[in-house]
């Protein structure tokens, strides 16, 4: 039992330290992480033949450390795009990049940042960027209806607006000033937007996901995640004619566009995202406690209760040897003479003995007791029976048990307190046991 306690504490011990682990460094979703992995599109759509382009927002994403997706009408074919960030102290930071691919259908667009925003050479293309962007997992998944899901962007919105002119003002008249940063915070901070899955359906061969998220004019191109933080579409309309009703193309298009780009994404797998999934229960707090709750469970399967056996093995080796031990008693098999003359009185049997007046007798009998033969019989003691074999050695006289004659020669089984004499009663001798403590 105490060697099972140990193993199941053992394994409870492993299993609560993978879940503390999981806990700190695993993944997990949460609204900061979605938002963080967003960025602001400002672009230039070119007119037609003419020189002159015409200035629009939108939103996109990181699927890797250089590279935005966003959709084909917030990067049409021909346009340039600057991405939006700010740094640590909330200045903005504009950084070009460069179209890998445009599709009208499925609505999207891939572009590559620019490692120095001044620059417009190919050869400034490159995959170190200049902020550190959160990275993507593209979800693998049956899409179910009824899902929660989490829209991300930068929304053209009244606090948005207002937020750019204000920062224009406190430029001043000539613009030379540097400007108040703070008063872009509403301008360059994405929102998030809670919604469900409607349903999934098929357009012109393309496959869609309708949800119930305010999808916003300027949220165009932005990320739609699930509750566990992994990617499931790209936002790319809203419904006109029905309030709440937004379309983003399927997770499944994106990946079979970046497949045949040969460009690298992250997704998930079954285990990482039911491991993210419960990592974001209260930020991982839950699995943590779980994890503390076994690792301390295990502990005490391995500690305390080979102590507790320890403890009930040292009581019961002190009770046994608290108790007065039971020395067994000697067993003395003997033959006692009833005449002084005989030597010895009290004759040992525990080995085989022999009685007689010849000099292998093992008693010594008076001279003159000439009906006693040379070797008269000869007694051995049966110790698992606790009897004697008395056995006759063909006497002249004769041997007597309890006064009765034995058949000359023959061997007899006796016990204790049984009265001998070989030949007349003068040498009667008694055979008993006698216990020595």
């Given amino acids: 039992m105490t060697s099972k306690s140990i193993i199941y504490g053992s394994i409870s011990i492993l299993i609560g330290c993978i879940l503390i682990s999981i806990s700190v460094f695993g993944p997990k979703s949460s609204p900061q992480n979605m938002t ?64 890998l691919y445009t599709s009208k259908n499925p609505d999207l667009a891939i572009l590559r940042l620019k490692k120095q925003p001044t620059s417009e050479a190919d050869d400034d293309f490159d995959s170190t960027p200049l902020v550190t962007p959160k990275i993507v997992t593209l979800f693998t998944g049956p899409i179910e209806k009824g899902a929660e899901v989490y829209g991300v962007g930068f929304p053209s919105t009244a606090a948005t607006d207002s937020s750019l002119a204000n920062y224009y003002e406190s430029l001043g008249d000539d613009q030379e000033i540097e400007g108040n940063y703070s008063l872009l915070e509403s301008f360059l901070e994405p929102q998030i937007f809670k919604g469900v899955i409607s349903s999934e359906y098929l357009l012109d061969q393309v496959s869609y996901i309708q949800t119930d998220t305010a999808l916003n004019p300027g949220i165009s191109g932005g990320p739609l995640f699930l509750s566990n933080g992994q990617l499931i579409g790209v936002n790319t309309a809203r419904d006109t004619g029905t309030d709440g009703v937004g379309y983003s193309i399927s997770v499944r298009e994106l990946m079979t566009v970046l497949n045949r780009r040969s460009i690298d994404y992250q997704s998930g797998s079954t285990i990482k995202n039911a491991i993210t999934s ?35 093995s040292i009581s019961q080796f002190d009770e046994e040897n608290s108790r007065p031990k039971q020395v067994e008693p000697t067993i003395e098999p003997r033959a006692v003479f009833q005449d002084l003359s005989v030597t010895p009185q009290v004759l040992n049997l525990s080995a085989q003995v022999f009685l007689g007046r010849d000099s292998q007798s093992n008693a010594t009998f008076p001279m003159n007791w000439p009906y006693i033969s040379k070797l008269h019989c000869s007694i051995n003691f049966d110790a698992p029976t606790g009897t004697f074999l008395l056995q006759d050695l063909k006497s002249k006289n004769g041997t007597f048990i309890n006064g009765t004659r034995m058949k000359s020669g023959s061997t007899e089984r006796v016990t204790s307190g049984a009265k001998i004499y070989l030949g007349k009663p003068d040498s009667t001798f008694v055979l008993e046991i006698n216990e020595r403590r």
Avoid at 64 to 76: A, L
């Fill in 36 to 99: 963080d992995s967003s960025a602001k599109l400002m672009c230039d759509h070119p007119i037609g033949e003419t020189k002159r382009s015409v200035s629009v927002t939108g939103s996109g994403f990181y699927i890797n450390e250089n590279t935005i997706v966003t959709n084909e009408h917030v990067s049409p074919t021909g346009s340039t795009c600057d991405i939006v960030t700010q740094s640590v102290d909330g200045i903005p930071i504009f950084t070009a990049s460069r179209q």
């Fill in 278 to 312: 419960l990592n974001s229960i209260f930020d991982g707090m839950l699995i943590m406690v779980m994890g503390i709750i076994l690792a301390f469970f295990g502990l005490y399967l391995c500690t305390t209760q080979p102590l507790a056996r320890s403890n009930q």
